[in-house]
């Protein structure tokens, strides 16, 4: 079992910069490759970013790459999110999510993913 818990969401004007953090608790946390995804209203969650184990290895969505960092800190259990120069197309829930059958590959399918924290909202403001 793995317990995750997100924060750092909130309202942001566009052009602005959050940091999302999800804490980890319960199974190794350091041999799971993470994922971070969003549910804007209305639409289907979808992917955002995701790091394997050691944090050397990382993928992106095309609509966040240049914008977002994926990071972690496995001391601490706790992977980042560092959102910058958002847009109001960036408005969303946004969910971490933990991949207990990988750990070296950060997977972008979101079947791959069997923990989900509850999740936080994001809002950008034009």
């Known amino acids: 079992q793995v317990q995750l818990v997100e924060s750092g969401g909130g309202l942001v004007q566009a052009g602005g910069s959050l940091r999302l953090s999800c804490a980890a608790s319960?199974?190794?946390?350091?041999?799971?490759?993470m994922g971070w995804f969003r549910q804007a209203p209305g639409k289907e969650r979808e992917f955002v970013a995701a790091?394997?184990?050691?944090?050397?290895?990382?993928q992106y969505a095309d609509s966040v790459k240049g914008r977002f960092t994926i990071s972690r800190d496995n001391g601490k259990n706790t992977v980042y999110l560092q959102m910058n120069s958002l847009k109001p197309e960036d408005t969303a829930v946004y969910y971490c999510?933990?991949?207990?059958?990988?750990?070296?590959?950060?997977?972008?399918?979101?079947?791959?993913?069997?923990?989900w924290g509850q999740g936080t909202q994001v809002t950008v403001s034009s």
């Open positions: 999510a933990a991949d207990s059958g990988r750990w070296n590959y950060p997977s972008v399918a979101e079947k791959e993913y069997d923990y």
């Open positions: 319960g199974r190794t946390f350091r041999r799971t490759a």
């Open positions: 790091i394997n184990w050691s944090g050397g290895s990382t």
